[in-house]
C-alpha cells in the first residue's frame, strides 16, 4: 500500500499527477471501509437496541398491549392515564427524585470524606482500600437481601446491638420513614468504587499546590477548599453524573427490599409483586413502577409512555449537569 | 449504509409488532368440536404452584392419571407463579396445562385469550358446568367467557389455639367481630419491655393471609357492583375497616410491625400459629395438613371466621378461592392436554386423592360427597364453609390483580394511622377512582 | 523552611516544638479510629452474613448474635435445596460469553473512534454517551417484544447477543485509552506496511492490556450480578436461572429460613471475591481507569 503522497499538497498548485490523486482517493476510500468494518458492530447494536427500541416505544406509548394479543392503538389515553388517572406515578417520581436528591449527594460526599482519610493514612492504605472495595463486589440481590436481613427490626443484629447501649431501633425496612434511609445505608455500603477513584485523584493533586497553600497559611479546611476540590472537580463531576443516571434506574435493590421485607404472602405461592413499594409505597421507584404496570397489570402500552418520560427526564438531566459543569469544573491542570 | 440503516429501523416495528400474528384476538370463537385425542403417544407439560410435600401429592394424582392414560406422559414443573406463567404465554413457550394459585389473573387471561376458551371442549365431551358450586364458577370465567377449570379450592375459617382459649377462660371460638376483638384482647401476652410476645390476633393488613378479600365475605362487602365499578366506599367495607383500625391501635402499629417483622415464615415450621406466637389465625382448609405435618402435637380448634355483629346470619360462610386450570393458546398438544385437564378437575378419585393429601376442598358436588374423603374434626368445618351459601369469591378484573393491590395500598397507610377516620369515606372514593381509571385504560379503545 | 546559609555551619533543623508535635500525633490517632471504625462498619454486614449462614433457623430469628451450635451443614443443604451449580453455571456461560462478545465487538470501535480520522467521528462518540446514559427501562419493552417475537425467552440469549454488538460503557473507557497511546507506535506501524487491522490487533492491544482486562473484569462483574436482565428474560424458566435470580426467589420457593438464604448469599459472592483478590491491582487500576481519564 502506497502512502499519500506529499503531505499538504494543494490540489492545483503543483503538479501533483492524476494516478497520485486517484490513489489517494482510493486510500481515504479504504481507510473509510475500514472504520465501517471496524464500526459495524456497533452500528447494527445501536440500531437494533437502542434506535428500534426507542422508535417502537414511541409507538407502543400510544396502544394498549398487553402481550398476549395485538397493541391496540389508543391515541393519548396512556398520557392521560398517566397525568390524571394514576395516584401511583407521582409518588414514584417523588421516591426518585428523594433518592437522587438525598442519597446520590450523600454518596459523593461520604466516598469524598473517606478518601480523604485514606488518603492521609500513613499505613494500612492497601487494607483499607480493599475492605472499602469489598462491598461493591457483592451482587445488588445479595446485598440487598443480607442488610434486609441484618435491619430487622425485631430479631436483627443492629437493632440487637443498638438496645444492648440503650437504644430502640427504628423499624427500618419496615417503616415508611425509614425504608428509603435504610436503602441509602445499603447505598452508602456501596461506595468503594467512587471512593477508590477519589482516592487516585486526591493523590494526584501536585503536592505543591498543597505546599504553596500551606506556605499561605491555608488550613486543612481552606485547603481541601481550595486546592484538593478544584483539582479534582472533573472526577466529582463524573460520579455525581453517573451517580444521577444510577438514580434514575434504581430498581434491584427497591425491588428485592420491598419484596422481601414485606410480612409473608397472600396466597400460597407468594406472588411478591404484590408487596412492591412495601412500605405503604415508600420504596416505589419509578422503575419499579414501570415494571409493575407493564408486567404485572398487562400495560405495557403504559410502560412505554412511562419509559418515554424517563428518557426525557434523564436527557434534560443530564444535560442541565453537563452544560453547567463549566460553572463548576476547573479545566484539567487544576489552579495555574 | 446509514440510509439503509435507517430503513431498516423505520420497518421493524411493522414487522416486530404488528403483521406477524402477533397474537389472535380470538380465532377459536369457531362451535365446531375441537378434535379428539387421537391415542398416539404424546408427553405433555403441566405448570403447577406447589412445592416440596404438596407438589409430590400432586405428583402420585399425575401418576394415577398416567396409568388410566398409558398414551400420555406429564411432565410436571413446580413452584410456578402466574409471572411465569404470563411470561411463557408471551414468550411462545409455554406448558400444555397451567395451573395457578391466584384466580387474579383469569380476567387478564380469558380476555385476552391468552387461556382458551374451554367451551367447545366442555360441550362436546358433556362437561357440566353445574356440577361446579356458583362461586368456583364466578372465578373460572370472564366477560361469560371460560377459560379455567378449577382444581380444589380453598376457604378460610378461624384457627385457635385450645390450649390458650382454656387458659383463658374462653369457651367457644368467637361469633361476632366483637367478641373476636375481646377474646384477643384476652388472649395477647406481652413481654417485659411492652412488646408482644404472644398475639391474640393479628388483625395487620398483608400479615400471612390477613388480606382484604378474605374479610370481605363476612362484612358481605362487593368489589363492584353489576356495571363493574369499583365500589370500596361502602358501608360494609367501612365498617371492617374500622374493627380493624380499633384493634391494631389497641395493639399499637409499631408494636405489631414489629412483631410481624419477627414472626416466621408462613409456609414454614417456624409459623406463628404452629409455634405458639399466635392464640387465633385466618388461615386456608390447606393448614391443617401442614400442622399435621410441622406441629403434629398442636392442640387447635377450626370454626368459621366471626362476622359482621349487625349481620349474624353470615355466620357460617367465609371467603373461598381456588385454583385453576387452563390451556394456553399456544399450547402444542392441546387435545392431550384437556384430557388431563378433565381428569384433575372432575374425576372423583383424583379430587379424593387431592383432597386427603392436600386437605384442599374439592370443587365438584360429587367430589364433596365423595366416600374416598378422609374429613377429620378439623377439617369437615371447611367443607361445611364451601357448601354455605353465604361464601363469596372476588370477581376476576381486566387488571389482574391491580385493584388489590391498589386497595392494599390505601389500607398500609390506614393502618398505619395515616389516614384520619373523618377521611375514610373519601380515601376509599379515591381508590375507587383510581381502580376505575386502571380499568378504563385497560379496556380502551375496544369495541363495546 | 530554613533559610540556606551559604557557610559550613551545618542546616540545623527548627526543633518541632513538643505541642505541635503532640497535636499532629493526636490527630493521626483520631484519623487512624475513624478508619478503623468505618472498616468496621463495612465489614460487619460480611461478618453478620457469615455467622447467620452457620445458625439453625429458629436461632436466625432470635436476637442470638453467635451461632451455636454452627451449623456448617446449612452449605450442603443450599446445594439440596436449589440447584445452585445450574444457576452458577448458567451465570458462568453469560458472564463469559458477554465478555469475549463485549471484547470482540467494542475494541475495534474504540479503536476507530480513537485512532482514525473520519468525517462523523464525534457525533457517533456522542451517542455512544447517549445510548451510556439511557436507563435501561426505557428500552426494554420493546426489546422484550422483539425477543419474545424470536422465542428466546427463557434462555440466556437475549442477555449475551447484545454484547456482541459493542457496549457503550467499554466503548467509551477503551476509546479514552487508547487516546492516551502516543500516534508514533501507530504511525511507524503504518510506515512499515501494516494494516489498520493490524496495527489495533496486535500493536494496540499489547500496549492497552491494561484496559483489556479492566474492561474485561468490569463486564465480567456486570454480568454474574445482574439482576433486571436475568429476572425478565430467564425468570420463566428455572433451568435457565442465573445466580441473583435464583437467590432473589430462594425464599420464595421454599419459605425459605435466613440462614440458608445467607448461606446461598455468601456462595454467591464467593467467586466474585476469589476474582477480585486475584486480579487486586488489575481491578483498582481499571477502577481508576474509570474515573481519572473521563
Redesign the interface.
Known amino acids: 500500500m502506497t502512502v499519500s503522497g506529499v503531505a499538504g499538497a494543494r490540489p492545483g498548485a503543483l503538479a501533483v499527477a492524476p494516478e497520485r490523486r486517484a490513489a489517494k482517493r482510493k486510500a481515504q476510500w479504504r481507510r473509510r471501509r475500514m472504520v465501517l468494518l471496524m464500526m459495524s458492530p456497533w452500528i447494527v447494536g445501536f440500531t437494533v437496541f437502542f434506535g428500534y427500541p426507542l422508535i417502537a416505544n414511541a409507538y407502543l406509548s400510544f396502544t394498549h398491549y398487553d402481550l398476549l394479543s395485538s397493541p391496540r392503538w389508543i391515541g393519548t389515553r396512556n398520557y392521560d392515564f398517566m397525568f390524571s388517572g394514576d395516584k401511583q406515578i407521582w409518588p414514584a417520581v417523588k421516591n426518585t427524585l428523594w433518592f437522587i436528591a438525598i442519597a446520590v449527594p450523600l454518596q459523593v460526599i461520604f466516598a469524598f470524606g473517606v478518601a480523604q482519610i485514606v488518603a492521609r493514612a500513613r499505613s494500612g492504605v492497601g487494607f483499607f482500600r480493599t475492605v472499602f472495595y469489598l462491598p461493591t463486589l457483592a451482587p445488588p440481590v445479595a446485598a440487598t437481601l443480607a442488610f434486609v436481613f441484618l435491619f430487622n427490626p425485631a430479631t436483627g443484629p443492629v437493632n440487637t446491638i443498638l438496645s444492648k447501649i440503650g437504644i430502640e431501633g427504628p423499624l427500618w425496612f419496615q417503616s415508611p420513614s425509614w425504608s428509603k434511609p435504610s436503602l441509602t445505608l445499603l447505598a452508602l455500603w456501596g461506595v468503594g468504587n467512587a471512593m477508590i477513584i477519589f482516592l487516585a485523584a486526591i493523590l494526584d493533586v501536585p503536592k505543591h499546590l498543597h505546599e504553596s497553600a500551606e506556605l499561605d497559611g491555608a488550613g486543612w479546611f481552606n485547603r481541601m477548599r481550595y486546592v484538593t476540590l478544584p483539582s479534582i472537580s472533573p472526577v466529582i463531576l463524573f460520579s455525581v453524573v453517573i451517580g444521577v443516571i444510577q438514580g434514575l434506574q434504581y430498581f434491584d435493590q427497591a425491588y428485592v427490599a420491598s419484596t422481601v421485607a414485606a410480612p409473608g404472602a397472600a396466597g400460597n405461592a407468594a406472588d411478591s409483586s404484590i408487596n412492591l413499594g412495601y412500605p405503604e409505597g415508600s420504596t416505589l421507584m419509578y422503575p419499579v413502577l414501570l415494571y409493575q404496570q407493564g408486567f404485572r397489570y398487562f400495560n405495557m402500552g403504559y410502560a412505554a409512555a412511562m419509559s418515554i418520560m424517563l428518557l426525557l427526564v434523564s436527557l434534560v438531566v443530564t444535560l442541565l449537569i453537563v452544560r453547567n459543569s463549566n460553572r463548576w469544573v476547573h479545566a484539567a491542570g487544576g489552579v495555574k | 449504509m446509514r440510509r439503509s440503516a435507517l430503513a431498516i429501523a423505520a420497518l421493524l416495528p411493522a414487522l416486530a409488532v404488528g403483521a406477524c400474528g402477533g397474537g389472535g384476538s380470538g380465532g377459536n370463537s369457531s362451535s365446531k368440536a375441537p378434535p379428539k385425542y387421537d391415542g398416539k403417544p404424546v408427553t405433555i407439560t403441566l405448570w403447577h404452584g406447589f412445592t416440596s410435600r404438596e407438589a409430590g401429592i400432586l405428583n402420585g394424582v399425575v401418576k394415577d392419571f398416567e396409568r388410566t392414560h398409558p398414551t400420555i406422559k406429564v411432565k410436571t414443573v413446580g413452584g410456578v407463579t402466574d409471572d411465569k406463567i404470563v411470561a411463557a404465554l408471551r414468550g411462545g413457550n409455554p406448558p400444555d396445562v397451567a395451573q395457578s394459585f391466584s384466580t387474579d389473573n383469569t380476567g387478564a387471561f380469558c380476555g385476552s385469550g391468552g387461556w382458551i376458551d374451554l367451551k367447545p371442549y366442555m360441550d362436546r365431551d358433556k362437561v357440566a358446568v353445574a356440577q361446579f358450586p356458583k362461586a368456583v364458577q364466578t372465578y373460572t370465567t370472564f366477560d361469560g367467557k371460560r377459560c379455567a377449570l378449577p382444581m380444589m379450592a380453598d376457604v378460610y375459617g378461624l384457627y385457635y389455639n385450645k390450649d390458650m382459649f382454656k387458659k383463658a377462660g374462653i369457651a367457644s371460638p368467637p361469633k361476632t367481630f366483637s367478641e373476636l376483638t375481646a377474646d384477643a384482647k384476652k388472649l395477647t401476652v406481652k413481654n417485659g419491655d411492652g412488646s408482644i410476645k404472644v398475639a391474640g390476633f393479628d388483625p395487620t393488613f398483608g400479615f400471612y393471609e390477613s388480606v382484604h378479600a378474605h374479610y370481605a365475605p363476612l362484612f358481605n362487602a362487593q368489589w363492584q357492583d353489576t356495571s363493574g365499578k369499583s365500589t370500596l366506599a361502602t358501608d360494609p367495607w367501612m365498617k371492617l375497616l374500622r374493627w380493624q383500625k380499633d384493634l391494631v391501635d389497641w395493639y399499637g402499629y409499631g408494636k405489631l410491625t414489629k412483631f410481624n417483622a419477627g414472626a416466621g415464615e408462613e409456609f414454614s415450621a417456624s409459623n406463628a400459629f404452629e409455634k405458639g406466637k399466635l392464640a387465633m389465625n385466618m388461615d386456608g382448609e390447606f393448614r391443617t395438613a401442614f400442622i399435621a405435618d410441622e406441629a403434629p402435637h398442636l392442640n387447635y380448634g377450626v370454626a368459621p371466621m366471626p362476622v359482621d355483629d349487625s349481620q349474624p346470619e353470615l355466620y357460617g360462610g367465609g371467603y373461598v378461592t381456588g385454583n385453576i386450570i387452563g390451556i394456553p393458546k399456544t399450547a402444542k398438544n392441546k387435545a392431550a392436554a384437556w384430557e388431563l385437564m378433565k381428569y384433575l378437575a372432575t374425576d372423583p378419585h383424583a379430587l379424593a386423592t387431592l383432597t386427603n393429601g392436600l386437605k384442599n376442598v374439592p370443587t365438584t358436588a360429587t367430589g364433596l360427597k365423595s366416600p374416598e374423603i378422609k374429613a377429620d374434626g378439623n377439617f369437615q368445618p371447611f367443607l361445611d364453609i364451601f357448601e354455605n351459601e353465604h361464601t363469596q369469591t372476588n370477581p376476576p378484573t381486566a387488571i389482574g390483580s391491580a385493584n388489590q393491590e391498589l386497595f392494599q395500598n390505601f389500607l398500609a397507610k390506614w393502618q398505619a394511622g395515616k389516614v384520619p377516620d373523618s377521611q375514610l369515606a373519601s380515601g376509599l372514593k379515591g381508590v375507587d377512582q383510581q381502580i376505575d381509571a386502571q380499568i378504563q385504560n385497560a379496556t380502551a379503545g375496544q369495541a363495546p | 523552611m530554613a533559610t540556606a546559609v551559604p557557610v559550613s555551619r551545618p542546616l540545623v533543623r527548627r526543633e518541632v516544638p513538643r505541642e505541635i508535635r503532640r497535636r499532629r500525633f493526636l490527630v493521626?490517632v483520631a484519623?487512624?479510629s475513624?478508619?478503623i471504625g468505618?472498616?468496621i462498619a463495612?465489614?460487619a454486614?460480611?461478618v453478620?452474613?457469615v455467622l447467620?449462614s452457620v445458625m439453625t433457623?429458629?436461632q436466625?430469628?432470635?436476637?442470638n448474635?453467635w451461632p451455636q451450635p454452627a451449623k456448617f451443614s446449612n452449605y450442603s443443604q443450599v446445594f439440596k435445596d436449589a440447584p445452585l451449580l445450574t444457576y452458577a453455571g448458567n451465570t458462568f456461560l453469560y458472564a463469559t460469553l458477554a465478555t469475549v462478545g463485549m471484547l470482540?465487538?467494542?475494541v475495534?470501535?474504540a479503536?476507530?473512534l480513537a485512532c482514525?480520522r473520519?468525517r462523523g467521528r464525534n457525533v457517533?462518540f456522542g451517542?455512544?454517551l447517549?445510548?451510556m446514559?439511557?436507563?435501561?427501562?426505557?428500552?426494554?419493552?420493546?426489546?422484550y417484544?422483539?425477543?419474545?417475537?424470536l422465542?428466546l425467552?427463557?434462555t440466556i440469549w437475549p442477555l449475551v447477543l447484545?454484547n456482541?454488538?459493542?457496549d457503550a460503557f467499554s466503548?467509551f473507557l477503551l476509546r479514552q485509552f487508547f487516546l492516551t497511546i502516543p500516534r508514533d507506535y501507530a504511525d511507524a506501524a503504518?510506515?512499515d506496511?501494516l494494516?489498520?487491522?493490524r496495527i489495533?490487533a496486535s500493536v494496540m492491544t499489547r500496549l492497552a492490556r491494561p484496559a483489556l482486562v479492566a474492561v474485561a473484569l468490569f463486564s465480567f462483574?456486570y454480568a454474574?450480578?445482574d439482576?433486571?436482565g436475568p429476572l425478565?428474560y430467564t425468570?420463566?424458566?428455572?433451568g435457565h436461572w442465573t445466580?441473583?435470580v435464583g437467590?432473589?426467589q430462594f425464599?420464595?420457593?421454599?419459605?425459605?429460613?435466613?440462614n440458608l438464604?445467607?448461606a446461598a448469599?455468601l456462595l454467591?459472592?464467593a467467586p466474585?471475591?476469589a476474582l477480585?483478590f486475584a486480579a487486586?491491582k488489575k481491578?483498582?487500576e481499571g477502577?481508576?481507569l474509570?474515573?481519572?481519564k473521563?
Open positions: 493521626a484519623e487512624h475513624v478508619l468505618l472498616a463495612f465489614l454486614p460480611f453478620f452474613i447467620t433457623d429458629h436466625s430469628l432470635s436476637t448474635l470482540i465487538s467494542s475495534p470501535v479503536y476507530a482514525m473520519w457517533v451517542l455512544v447517549v445510548s446514559m439511557l436507563p435501561p427501562q426505557v428500552t426494554v419493552v420493546p426489546q417484544v422483539m425477543w419474545s417475537k422465542h425467552i427463557g447484545p456482541w454488538f459493542g466503548i503504518r510506515v506496511g494494516g489498520e487491522f489495533m462483574l454474574w450480578n439482576f433486571f425478565l425468570g420463566e424458566n428455572q445466580l441473583s437467590l432473589a425464599r420464595h420457593l421454599h419459605s425459605v429460613q435466613w438464604t445467607m448469599t454467591f459472592m466474585v471475591i477480585f487486586q481491578f483498582v477502577v481508576n474509570t474515573g481519572v473521563g
